[in-house]
């Protein structure tokens, strides 16, 4: 059978190559652009086990380009409003969104609707959460689409100081630091977790990274090692790990506009999560803080 060619070969490409690190082989990547300075990667591999992910890079120096992430409900007992993914990127207008940090996940704060988040969190230059005392790493993604990965300053006085130094405007922490200035500092974890993890290259490409877990026969995990060594091998300078497990989701518009779940959320359906990010390719997005609809 002869290699395809045309459009066909331009969008999907099967890849036998095999790979640094863990993951020691890919064996089929479909790649898209779906929108202009956007590069979507759905790959899936049984080496080292049946794993299904999703990788899209985001061209931050193009113009009208925006990030948002979710803002403060204005709620004197909690700190945000539980939402989907999905629900979030219908608000605020964005093409693409991920889930971000991690939240008090309890039936309390489902039932209420609301939540307080684990560590630092910023929208809009506004301070969401403060640092909490568990996760000391996070991105931030300024006004103009500088991306800095930062830690808590050791002599924090006002719970959101930084090293290095930055003004904060979108920032989201993560639990584990995967790549640190091109050097992967990710070692083990559970190869059976659905992952959200970000990275960023040095010619200014934001990665998103999502892979599906708990789903024998269809996508089975990764561990945060294995994860690290495929952003490396998009060429990530710094990369974290965000809130895996059943939040784990990926959406993006259809050709209709139509916010869509890509990935398989290992829950069985989305959840409600307290905080996400999404990128607006142009125009201005709604307000962070408001509250989806049901």
């Given amino acids: 059978m002869s290699a395809p060619t045309g459009p066909f070969a331009a969008v999907v490409a099967m890849c036998l190559a095999c790979l640094a690190g863990p993951l020691a082989a890919k064996e089929k990547d479909t790649v898209t652009r779906p929108f202009e300075g956007v590069r979507y990667v759905h790959r899936h591999t049984t080496t080292p086990r049946e794993i299904d992910m999703h990788i899209v890079l985001v061209d931050l120096r193009r113009p009208r380009v925006r990030v948002v992430t979710t803002g403060s409900n204005a709620d004197p007992d909690s700190e945000t409003d539980v939402e989907t993914t999905r629900q979030f990127a219908e608000r605020t ?28 969190a910023v929208s809009d230059g506004v301070v969401v959460s403060p640092w909490g005392t568990s996760q000391f790493d996070a991105v931030n993604i300024g006004a103009k689409n500088d991306v800095t990965f930062v830690r808590r300053a050791k002599n924090d006085t006002t719970g959101s100081m930084t090293m290095p130094p930055v003004r904060l405007f979108n920032a989201i922490s993560g639990n ?63 990369a974290i790990a965000f809130d895996g497990g059943g939040s784990a989701t990926l959406v993006m518009t259809d050709t209709a506009g139509k916010p869509t779940v890509l990935n398989r959320p290992s829950d069985g359906s989305e959840r409600r999560v307290g905080n996400n990010l999404g990128i607006v390719l142009g125009g201005k997005p709604s307000p962070p803080g408001r509250k989806a609809k049901p």
Avoid at 107 to 114: C, D, L, R, V
Wanted: no cysteine; aromatic share 10%; net charge neutral.
């Fill in 93 to 120: 207008k964005a093409q693409i969104a991920i889930n971000g940090g991690f939240f008090a996940y309890t039936k309390e704060a489902m039932k209420k609707g609301n939540t307080d988040l684990v560590s630092l």
């Fill in 176 to 238: 584990v630091r995967l790549i640190d200035s091109g050097t992967i500092l990710a070692k083990g974890g559970d190869p059976s977790y659905p992952q959200t993890a970000v990275g960023h290259t040095a010619d200014r490409q934001l990665i998103l990274f999502i892979s599906d877990g708990r789903q024998p026969g269809f996508s089975e995990g990764m561990t945060y090692e294995e994860v690290a060594h495929v952003f490396k091998e998009f060429k990530a300078f710094n």
